[in-house]
């Protein structure tokens, strides 16, 4: 973790929901990866910062019996002698459920328990909850208001984590999650080669002020509109178009409309971090034989297709210091021994 993340830095992770509009858990890997650096950030250097970790959550509390698993199984925290390998002891849990008790902890002890306890890392999983839970429940009758409100106190949240990570210098991961993001359909192109349509009022949100509307990404587009492998727009400064580079979702020509997910929290939030990650997670199809024999009776099939697998993705949507990921980045298997990364001779696109 050491030397790819800056100290200073507030990375952001996105995990992407199976059913993004339900709060099912997505099973993309990302509980996973959160409990594995908070034992990793215990390791010596070059492996880990050889500090403690905090762990605020805004939903569940601490899986300590999943850290205990991963303890006992990784195969890389289970080869250290005992006076390096990460403790449970020193990982320091605290929930959040309102975004009052959120404002105090993260301003006033939080600080003090760096301090106290030779903290390294610290992990927000979900920044999004509090904000859903507080603002939502106002419905359309906070309008514009209430938006502004909210994008006020992300701005103000921002600031509070960068100036924590520099002053106390400590490494802040944040966990978010993602929406379906809504499109438009369009019968045809324009006349234009270089036009794009996008919405009436890009820079209007939703409740999670996100785009209404994004790219309006047909299976495949005329060579004339494309440069570079690029779709070119007459509006380039708009939300619809530019989104594809920092939400990690619609910047290849392969991905349907339908798949399209957009960061809770919006461009307001984007703005604070300074590394977004996305683990990204596909079905895989299998077909299925026109006729099933149940209990020696034939039957039609009514589904053709089945999901067979699922496949997942580390992707480093932007970075300070660090490229962005190629095409959907590198993909990973989640196993009880923890994430390994799954070697493939050709990049999917």
Not at 237 to 264: C, E, I, V, Y
Not at 319 to 342: C, M, N, Q, Y
Request: aromatic residues 6%; charged residues 20%.
């Amino acid at each position: 973790m050491k030397g790819s993340m800056p100290l200073w830095a507030v990375a952001s992770l996105l995990a992407i929901w199976s059913k993004s509009l339900a709060r099912a858990r997505s099973g993309a890997g990302k509980t996973q990866l959160l409990l594995t650096l908070l034992l990793a950030s215990q390791l010596p250097p070059p492996h880990g910062l050889s500090k403690s970790a905090i762990y605020i959550s805004t939903e569940a509390a601490l899986a300590t019996n999943r850290l205990t698993q991963l303890l006992s199984t990784h195969p890389a925290l289970a080869s250290f002698a005992p006076k390096d390998k990460p403790s449970l002891s020193r990982i320091l849990s605290i929930q959040t459920p309102d975004l009052e008790s959120q404002e105090h902890i993260l301003r006033f002890q939080l600080p003090v328990a760096i301090k106290k306890h030779d903290v390294g890392l610290v992990i927000l999983d979900s920044v999004a909850a509090n904000y859903r839970a507080e603002f939502e429940k106002k419905g359309a009758r906070g309008g514009a208001a209430s938006m502004a409100k909210r994008g006020t106190q992300l701005v103000q949240l921002g600031a509070l984590l960068r100036d924590l990570a520099r002053t106390e210098g400590v490494t802040i991961v944040v966990a978010n999650q993602v929406a379906d993001r809504f499109t438009q359909s369009h019968s045809g192109f324009s006349s234009n080669p270089t036009s794009r349509t996008t919405s009436g009022n890009s820079q209007r949100g939703d409740r999670e002020n996100t785009p209404h509307n994004s790219l309006n990404h047909p299976t495949s587009y005329p060579p004339s509109q494309l440069d570079g492998g690029l779709v070119l727009s007459s509006e380039p400064l708009t939300l619809d178009h530019q989104q594809r580079w920092f939400t990690g979702w619609g910047d290849m020509q392969s991905d349907a409309p339908q798949n399209l997910k957009t960061p809770s929290l919006g461009l307001v939030w984007t703005n604070q971090i300074s590394c977004r990650i996305a683990l990204i997670k596909k079905p895989v199809f299998a077909s299925r034989p026109s006729i099933l024999n149940i209990d020696g009776e034939d039957r039609w099939n009514d589904e053709e297709t089945h999901i067979s697998k699922w496949r997942r993705w580390f992707k480093v949507v932007f970075a300070a210091w660090a490229p962005p990921s190629d095409r959907l980045g590198i993909e990973f298997e989640v196993l009880k021994t923890g994430l390994h990364h799954v070697k493939t001779e050709i990049q999917d696109t």
